[in-house]
């Protein structure tokens, strides 16, 4: 799963896949301006609120039982800080024919 940097709404995208994540952004500086939509950034890194995620994932049962296991993950690796989980950042190329 990750967060959709590159829109002006923000979104989460592939939330079944909870294999993964990260933010995806087109360019550090609209990144930093849509950042305050899901967390905040620094070090390098994007932290994403816990809160945002259960609000923008699917509304069942079964997904949210599965968000949940995947915090405990990222709290035991050291991922989880004052209710937000960091992800990586990625920089997609361009589409190439």
Known sequence: MYVDARYAAVRLA???DLATFSVV?????TLMERAGQFGYLTDGSAFVRCDW?????PE???WAA?????LAFAA???WLHEGHVQAHI???GPETD
Do not use: H, Y
């Open 14 to 16: 592939e939330p079944q």
């Open 25 to 29: 952004a087109d360019d550090l500086q």
């Open 53 to 57: 995620l259960r609000a923008s994932g």
């Open 60 to 62: 069942t049962s079964e």
């Open 66 to 70: 599965a968000l949940e296991k995947m």
């Open 76 to 78: 035991s690796s050291g």
């Open 90 to 92: 990625v920089w997609p």
